[in-house]
């Protein structure tokens, strides 16, 4: 089938982007979905600093590349082997398919699937081998993270799709397959904080306002938000943020938490979360900054002060357990993930998109292609 989808060329375009535009919208082939496959119409896609992160060069990717990772649609078509999924129903996207067999799938969502990482870093469907699902003329393009959300349909495996019912809206529902199953799933199932201890929050953009969401929803001790843009210690105190600091009032006033979380994807955001962590606490660490960055800490500090450092990628999470969980503490209305969305446009703004976002002006941005 033809689709329209936005296509990323060439890495490296710089900054703004609505002049340099990197992505074009064109339209594009779609091929039926393979046995194990869904054929998905998206009705919401969430811009992300790892979108981002690949038009700039930071994440290293195949191109042409369809971009998009976090969405939610509807399915309008399944393969021969998908049986637990009809047409017409709500769906989630989750950009870290699980095979359910591999020795990293057995870790309770601690490590990343490793044929899942494999497929996704060579820009492939789980299982598709070298084949794409996304075709220019006779030009293969690859997909995004197994999702390629940046279109209004996309091919996907099942193991990359959670259903979530239609009482849920599209663009809330899109939010909770990547920015809260990250956030939320580093404080539940990484941090696991536990009976009154303080979390803080370290970067505030779409993920770590999910994560602040979720502390928040858990309702543990105080949560504290940490970031250099006063517009979001504002949105965060809105949200319910109980405090909130700039790195560096953090850094003056000494303030430690023994549960602290990086959400920035920055070596700088990191050492001031380790150094905000209180003795014997946590430091959580989600961001992906450059692959080259590096972050100086004392070694002496994490023995001396029995610290621990925990990696945690895509929240360390189990998306057909976790997601569901979010769903319901939404309609519970203690996870009102509505109030992170700050702008929607359609597909044909993608690029502007890129620029607030990448201006730190956002929280999330959903895309209606």
Same mark, same amino acid.
């Given at each position: 089938m033809l689709i329209r989808g936005a296509v990323l060329d060439e890495r490296g375009a710089e900054a703004p982007? #609505?002049?340099?535009?990197?992505?074009?919208?064109?339209?594009?082939?779609?091929?039926? &979905?393979?046995?194990?496959? %869904?054929?998905?119409?998206?009705?919401?896609?969430?811009?992300?600093?790892?979108?981002?992160?690949?038009?700039?060069?930071?994440?290293?990717?195949?191109?042409?590349?369809?971009?998009?990772?976090?969405?939610?649609?509807?399915?309008?078509?399944?393969?021969?082997?998908? *049986?637990?999924?009809?047409?017409?129903?709500?769906?989630?996207?989750?950009?870290?398919?699980?095979?359910?067999?591999?020795?990293? $799938?057995? @870790?309770? /969502? +601690?490590?990343? $699937?490793? &044929?899942? @990482?494999?497929?996704?870093?060579?820009?492939?469907?789980?299982?598709?081998? *070298?084949? @794409?699902?996304?075709h220019e003329g006779d030009r293969p393009v690859y997909h995004h993270i197994g999702v390629s959300c940046f279109a209004t349909h996309a091919v996907m495996h099942r193991k990359s799709l959670v259903p979530v019912s239609a009482d849920v809206p599209a663009a809330s529902a899109a939010v909770l397959g990547c920015a809260v199953l990250t956030g939320g799933g580093a404080v539940i199932n990484a941090a696991q904080p536990g009976p009154g201890e303080?979390?803080?929050?370290?970067?505030?953009?779409?993920?770590?306002? #999910?994560?602040?969401?979720?502390?928040?929803?858990?309702?543990?001790?105080? %949560?504290?938000?940490?970031? !250099?843009?006063?517009? +979001?210690?504002?949105?965060?105190?809105?949200?319910?943020?109980?405090?909130?600091?700039?790195?560096?009032?953090?850094?003056?006033?000494?303030?430690?938490?023994?549960? %602290?979380?990086?959400? #920035?994807?920055?070596? +700088?955001? =990191?050492?001031?979360? =380790?150094? !905000? @962590?209180?003795?014997? /606490?946590?430091?959580?660490?989600?961001?992906?900054?450059? &692959?080259d960055a590096r972050s100086a800490i004392s070694p002496t500090t994490i023995t001396g002060e029995a610290r621990t450092i925990i990696g945690c990628y895509l929240g360390s999470s189990v998306p057909e357990r976790d997601i569901p969980r979010y769903a319901q503490a939404w309609r519970e209305g203690r996870l009102p993930v509505e109030k992170l969305i700050t702008a929607e446009m359609p597909l044909e703004e993608i690029n502007e998109a890129m620029d607030t976002l990448a201006r730190g002006e956002a929280v999330r941005q959903i895309i209606r292609p």
């Amino acid at each position: 089938m033809l689709i329209r989808g936005a296509v990323l060329d060439e890495r490296g375009a710089e900054a703004p982007y #609505a002049e340099s535009r990197p992505l074009r919208i064109t339209e594009l082939q779609l091929d039926d &979905p393979g046995p194990d496959e %869904v054929l998905v119409r998206i009705t919401a896609a969430g811009v992300c600093h790892s979108d981002l992160s690949v038009i700039d060069g930071n994440r290293p990717r195949p191109t042409p590349m369809l971009l998009g990772h976090e969405a939610a649609g509807v399915v309008e078509a399944t393969g021969g082997n998908v *049986t637990d999924l009809e047409p017409g129903e709500q769906v989630v996207a989750v950009f870290l398919p699980r095979c359910g067999e591999c020795a990293h $799938c057995r @870790t309770d /969502g +601690k490590l990343p $699937c490793i &044929p899942g @990482t494999e497929s996704n870093n060579a820009g492939y469907l789980l299982g598709a081998g *070298t084949t @794409t699902r996304i075709h220019e003329g006779d030009r293969p393009v690859y997909h995004h993270i197994g999702v390629s959300c940046f279109a209004t349909h996309a091919v996907m495996h099942r193991k990359s799709l959670v259903p979530v019912s239609a009482d849920v809206p599209a663009a809330s529902a899109a939010v909770l397959g990547c920015a809260v199953l990250t956030g939320g799933g580093a404080v539940i199932n990484a941090a696991q904080p536990g009976p009154g201890e303080d979390i803080m929050i370290v970067g505030l953009g779409g993920v770590g306002m #999910a994560a602040l969401l979720v502390a928040l929803s858990e309702g543990s001790g105080s %949560v504290i938000g940490v970031d !250099a843009n006063p517009e +979001k210690l504002q949105r965060a105190r809105e949200l319910g943020a109980h405090q909130t600091y700039t790195p560096q009032e953090l850094a003056e006033q000494g303030v430690r938490a023994p549960v %602290v979380i990086e959400c #920035a994807g920055h070596p +700088k955001a =990191f050492e001031t979360a =380790f150094e !905000a @962590t209180a003795v014997g /606490g946590r430091t959580v660490t989600i961001g992906l900054p450059h &692959p080259d960055a590096r972050s100086a800490i004392s070694p002496t500090t994490i023995t001396g002060e029995a610290r621990t450092i925990i990696g945690c990628y895509l929240g360390s999470s189990v998306p057909e357990r976790d997601i569901p969980r979010y769903a319901q503490a939404w309609r519970e209305g203690r996870l009102p993930v509505e109030k992170l969305i700050t702008a929607e446009m359609p597909l044909e703004e993608i690029n502007e998109a890129m620029d607030t976002l990448a201006r730190g002006e956002a929280v999330r941005q959903i895309i209606r292609p």
